[in-house]
């Protein structure tokens, strides 16, 4: 068994700059496809593990890239969209990438980092420190025994018959990079013997005491380990200490409100779309996503929806506008939480009013106009009208599609699947890590102590292929006791291992076979328009240069985190879409 996907989970920092190419991969009347574009997507792209060769992997990767830009085309041309939508989608997708260069300019570029400030960090790094702690959850109580130790009483005297005492029958060793950078700086810096002054941690209070502190030895690879890892540790606290000046400055002016009236009626929708869903589920936690959300959008006057719900400094920002963003985010609630409703909501505007005020000073300065953000956005454009060409063409397929056939004959492809479903990326790394350490998935995720979310499938049922949903084109693929994953839904990400793949007789199941038919037919007819839209655009293939691109062929999901806070997909992610090309060269070779 193996991962078709690794765990390494990437997250990238601030934006990237793409540089314009000259020499393109691909040129239509409409549209061409760069060395740098098709590297970018290629490399950022989880990819099924497929036995092809590389060379192989980057064609069917053009082709699926060309297919995308193809559909974009045809649906601008048509203009069969909702132009609104469209332009709230990709304004809340502007918002991370325009603050994450804001925060570039005003924080990441100016951190600077000496030589005997990275000696300093590894010398915290090859130390093992030993601490011993006074606990308390009353704040009196604490100050208290802070008062004793000022007075020269012994920390071991003071924690006779106290319980964290049991928790220290020896000095509890502490190492590098397992606290965070705050308690770190407050811990590491003691001189042995030294103690802190009473430390909040959730609500309690710590005292720690330095008692003492070894060194270890490192191999030259250790060593080289060490140098990256305390570069990075320190560029992390640089910037957080960075961040908190900036921060504190940013807003010591700024003001934002809300209009209660609109406010009001926001929480009432809202609850009516919760009573709703709460029946259908057994998830503690109730989640809002973007259709749910937008279906009150169709319950509110639109003159209502323009009116403005918040004020971020002068700036409104309508109803309408305020529910695409919570669109955009998805909203949480627990069941037991629903009566604290208003509270809820308002914490998600005291942040969305944070993070736009970021925005706004940001589209000042002019960070929305830089080509490597435009480029960026032209990405999720590109990704967003493409799946709607798609869902446009498989919607005609469905309602045409009568056919007439002998079902008994046929067979069925039926499929058992194990499924962990959570919304914690530090988790997907823990059952990823497990299973690539040589552990079966079933018995991981009973071993490792997770909060998963409940699967959309039973793994003791067989299930149609074509019921699988948007996992029907990748478990098709699959060979029995592979695990992929993980994949972006609805709830979260989503690991996946096929137990089991049957066929069996149609009798008594003509409606599976049906679905499954319509299945492949939506693909045949997505294919045939792919092909002749190429013919159409006069599309053009440089191969040879395609083959001389050199590109990182690294099996992970990659996320990129931004600046000022917000976790997207590094790249818009695409399903492999290249058997077109077939039909394509067919209707070439016909015309000649």
């Given at each position: 068994m193996y991962l078709k996907i690794s765990q390494i989970l990437i997250l990238i920092y601030l934006t990237q700059f793409i540089n314009a190419q000259d020499n393109f991969l691909v040129k239509s009347d409409n549209f061409e496809i760069s060395e740098e574009e098709f590297k970018v997507r290629f490399e950022l792209t989880p990819k099924v593990k497929t036995g092809s060769d590389i060379n192989e992997e980057k064609t069917n990767f053009l082709l699926t890239l060309a297919a995308e830009k193809l559909w974009v085309s045809e649906i601008l041309a048509n203009g069969n969209y909702n132009k609104e939508n469209l332009e709230q989608y990709l304004m809340n997708i502007e918002r991370f990438y325009v603050r994450d260069a804001y925060f570039k300019d005003q924080i990441a570029d100016k951190i600077v980092i000496t030589n005997e400030e990275i000696q300093k960090e590894m010398e915290y790094y090859r130390s093992i420190f030993y601490f011993n702690f006074l606990y308390s959850d009353n704040k009196s109580e604490i100050d208290s025994l802070y008062s004793e130790l000022n007075k020269g009483i012994s920390i071991d005297s003071l924690l006779t018959n106290r319980d964290e005492s049991q928790e220290q029958l020896s000095p509890v060793q502490v190492e590098y990079s397992q606290m965070n950078i705050g308690m770190e700086e407050k811990l590491f810096s003691l001189n042995i013997n030294e103690f802190t002054k009473p430390i909040e941690v959730d609500n309690d209070w710590v005292i720690y005491q330095l008692r003492d502190k070894k060194s270890k030895g490192l191999s030259n690879q250790e060593f080289n380990d060490a140098y990256q890892k305390s570069s990075s540790r320190l560029r992390e606290k640089k910037t957080k200490a960075l961040y908190e000046i900036f921060i504190k400055e940013f807003y010591k002016d700024k003001k934002g409100r809300a209009e209660e009236k609109e406010f009001k009626l926001l929480v009432n929708k809202l609850t009516e779309v919760i009573q709703k869903k709460k029946d259908k589920t057994d998830e503690e936690k109730i989640i809002l996503y973007y259709e749910d959300i937008l279906r009150i959008n169709e319950d509110i006057e639109y003159s209502i929806l323009e009116k403005p719900l918040l004020f971020v400094g002068e700036k409104e920002i309508s109803l309408k506008e305020f529910i695409h963003y919570l669109a955009f985010k998805n909203f949480e609630i627990e069941k037991s939480n629903l009566a604290n409703l208003p509270f809820?909501?308002?914490?998600?505007?005291?942040?969305?009013?944070?993070?736009?005020?970021?925005?706004?000073?940001?589209?000042?300065?002019?960070?929305?106009?830089?080509?490597?953000?435009?480029?960026?956005?032209?990405?999720?454009?590109?990704?967003?009208?493409?799946?709607?060409?798609?869902?446009?063409?498989?919607?005609?397929?469905?309602?045409?599609?009568?056919?007439?056939?002998?079902?008994?004959?046929?067979?069925?492809?039926?499929?058992?699947?194990?499924?962990?479903?959570?919304?914690?990326?530090?988790?997907?790394?823990?059952?990823?890590?497990?299973?690539?350490?040589?552990?079966?998935?079933?018995?991981?995720?009973?071993?490792?102590?997770?909060?998963?979310?409940?699967?959309?499938?039973?793994?003791?049922?067989?299930?149609?292929?074509?019921?699988?949903?948007?996992?029907?084109?990748?478990?098709?693929?699959?060979?029995?006791?592979?695990?992929?994953?993980?994949?972006?839904?609805?709830?979260?990400?989503?690991?996946?291992?096929?137990?089991?793949?049957?066929?069996?007789?149609?009798?008594?199941?003509?409606?599976?076979?049906?679905?499954?038919?319509?299945?492949?037919?939506?693909?045949?007819?997505?294919?045939?328009?792919?092909?002749?839209?190429?013919?159409?655009?006069?599309?053009?293939?440089?191969?040879?240069?395609?083959n001389k691109v050199r590109v990182t062929d690294v099996r992970m999901i990659v996320y990129r985190k931004f600046g000022f806070g917000g976790v997207l997909n590094a790249v818009p992610f695409i399903n492999q879409f290249y058997e077109w090309k077939t039909i394509y060269d067919n209707i070439k070779e016909l015309s000649l």
């Open positions: 809820v909501l308002n914490n998600y505007i005291r942040k969305f009013i944070e993070l736009e005020f970021l925005y706004l000073e940001a589209k000042v300065k002019g960070y929305d106009k830089l080509p490597a953000v435009q480029k960026e956005l032209e990405f999720w454009r590109d990704n967003y009208l493409a799946q709607l060409y798609k869902n446009e063409i498989t919607d005609s397929v469905k309602t045409d599609f009568e056919k007439n056939q002998n079902l008994n004959n046929d067979l069925v492809t039926e499929v058992k699947i194990v499924e962990a479903v959570t919304d914690d990326l530090e988790s997907v790394n823990k059952i990823l890590a497990s299973i690539d350490s040589g552990n079966d998935f079933e018995i991981t995720l009973k071993e490792l102590n997770i909060n998963l979310k409940t699967p959309q499938f039973n793994s003791d049922e067989y299930i149609p292929l074509v019921r699988t949903g948007s996992y029907k084109e990748l478990i098709s693929e699959m060979n029995i006791g592979e695990v992929i994953g993980p994949l972006n839904v609805s709830s979260g990400y989503s690991i996946i291992k096929l137990l089991d793949r049957r066929e069996i007789k149609s009798d008594s199941l003509s409606q599976l076979l049906r679905e499954q038919n319509l299945f492949n037919e939506m693909e045949n007819v997505l294919e045939e328009k792919t092909a002749k839209l190429a013919v159409k655009n006069n599309i053009k293939f440089n191969f040879d240069s395609l």
